[in-house]
């Protein structure tokens, strides 16, 4: 099992940045791919950003809302992933959580069901 906790949420304006920071403990899965996810009032949980972290490029993969404006990167010394989140929008306003889950399932990793851990989520709220 891996224990993770998210850090860096917050308030900002439409067009602001935040970078997310999920630090897990332990690397039960020879083949871990972090992902982050997030879950919107009344909407499901849906999945923004994945990493392998096994190799030193990734692959990692971004749901189409999200790209060109999110980035995920690992930093394996630092048992930590990141999302840096640029040109935020309104429609980004969620919680947002980490996930680990061990394999990298290409397309699949971003669907929830393939992970195992989750960590507690972080709010972010983006005003217009």
């Known amino acids: 099992q891996v224990q993770l906790v998210e850090s860096g949420g917050g308030s900002v304006q439409a067009g602001g940045s935040l970078r997310l920071s999920c630090e897990f403990s332990?690397?039960?899965?020879?083949?871990?791919?972090m992902g982050w996810f997030r879950q919107a009032p009344g909407k499901e949980r849906e999945g923004v950003a994945a990493?392998?972290?096994?190799?030193?490029?990734?692959?990692?993969i971004y749901a189409d809302s999200v790209k060109g404006r999110f980035t995920i990167s690992r930093d394996n010394d630092k048992n930590t992933v990141y999302l840096q989140m640029n040109s935020l929008k309104p429609e980004d306003t969620a919680i947002y959580y980490c996930?680990?889950?061990?394999?990298?399932?290409?397309?699949?990793?971003?669907?929830?069901?393939?992970?195992?851990?989750w960590g507690q989520g972080t709010q972010v709220t983006v005003s217009s």
């Open positions: 990493i392998y972290t096994v190799t030193v490029s990734g692959p990692t």
């Open positions: 332990g690397r039960p899965y020879m083949d871990m791919t």
């Open positions: 996930a680990a889950g061990p394999f990298w399932y290409g397309d699949r990793s971003l669907f929830p069901h393939e992970y195992r851990d």
